[in-house]
Nanobody, 121 residues
């Protein structure tokens, strides 16, 4: 059984910082990519940042220069450092992982349970 467990959300004032963590629990063969998505009320879920196995990263324009995604392969954990937070960053943030459970299986997509980030003005 593979699970993604998130932590680090909360309430912060505009201009503040938060760090989200997401750990992959369970036995897996390899992680192809991990990312963070967010969904605000009334909005579609959007990709915030992703990091691939080779280290390449991708960010939505609205967070470039403020958010940094990183990963610790040994701990099977991805982080999202969020600085200079704005009220419009308020959303539920979801961790996503594209991974292979075994050498023989194809890639599967997994989601975390979501963690609330609220930025007050």
């Amino acid at each position: 059984q593979v699970q993604l467990v998130e932590s680090g959300g909360g309430l912060v004032q505009a201009g503040g910082s938060l760090r989200l963590s997401c750990a992959v629990l369970g036995n897996i063969f390899t992680i192809n990519a991990m990312g963070w998505y967010r969904q605000a009320p009334g909005n579609q879920r959007e990709l915030v940042a992703e990091i691939r196995s080779g280290g390449n990263t991708n960010y939505v324009d609205s967070v470039k220069g403020r958010f940094t995604i990183s990963r610790d392969n040994g701990k099977k954990t991805v982080y999202l450092q969020m600085n200079s937070l704005k009220p419009e960053d308020t959303a539920v943030y979801y961790c996503n992982a594209d991974l292979k459970r075994t050498y023989y299986t194809g890639s599967d997509n997994y989601w975390g349970q979501g963690t609330q980030v609220t930025v007050s003005s």
